[in-house]
């Protein structure tokens, strides 16, 4: 074999080992969104089955309160049917609102407040939000590290010719990212 055959050989391999690594980073990196993603999504349905019982506990002491029950009831429809990360995270913020909402009105019930059931649903629901603040935030880290690899030298070429697409960030809604207006 003359020299120039085997540089040509060796830089063909060379090649195809760096188009190898460079797809098995990219699947890495897509399977980790995946894995977050599906994380992110086992704490939604926590929470989607803890509103009910949230609503039905108020609902006992405050039933007149029906508009702020009714919202957080179609709010939680509303993101159970939601597709994919920037449609759930709009979905899921107004669902956060009017769960603040409902439990803004049982501040105003004292012995609601004292039930024990009631204190349980309040923890469970607080826990699986800190849950998902986390889960969110781990979730966004791993799709800024896909994107830049799906977007950046060398691997967008392997990216693009293997259909690596880049993902969405789960975002808040417009209405939570406002400014705040603080009265005196």
């Given at each position: 074999?003359s020299?120039?055959v ?7 391999i ?8 460079a797809y ?14 599906s ?9 989607h ?12 002491y ?12 179609e709010?939680r ?8 990360p ?5 979905a ?16 105003a ?15 469970q629901?607080a ?29 967008n ?13 789960f975002?808040a809604?417009?209405?939570?990212r ?6 005196p």
């Amino acid at each position: 074999m003359s020299t120039p055959v085997m540089i040509a050989a060796g830089a063909a391999i060379a090649l195809m080992v760096l188009i190898g690594i460079a797809y098995n980073d990219l699947v890495r990196r897509r399977n980790r969104v995946d894995s977050t993603w599906s994380d992110i999504d086992v704490l939604l349905r926590r929470r989607h089955d803890l509103i009910p019982n949230l609503v039905t506990a108020v609902s006992g002491y405050a039933g007149h309160e029906a508009s702020a029950l009714r919202e957080a009831a179609e709010a939680r429809s509303a993101a159970i049917v939601a597709k994919g990360p920037a449609a759930r995270g709009e979905a899921e913020s107004t669902l956060g609102a009017d769960v603040r909402s409902v439990l803004a009105v049982a501040e105003a019930y004292p012995a609601l407040k004292a039930s024990a059931s009631f204190l349980e649903l309040q923890q469970q629901l607080a826990a699986t939000e800190n849950g998902l603040e986390h889960a969110r935030q781990f979730y966004n880290d791993s799709v800024f590290g896909y994107n830049n690899a799906v977007q950046t030298l060398p691997r967008n070429i392997v990216a693009a010719a293997f259909g690596f697409r880049a993902r969405q960030f789960f975002q808040a809604a417009q209405t939570e990212r406002e400014h705040v207006q603080v009265y005196p």
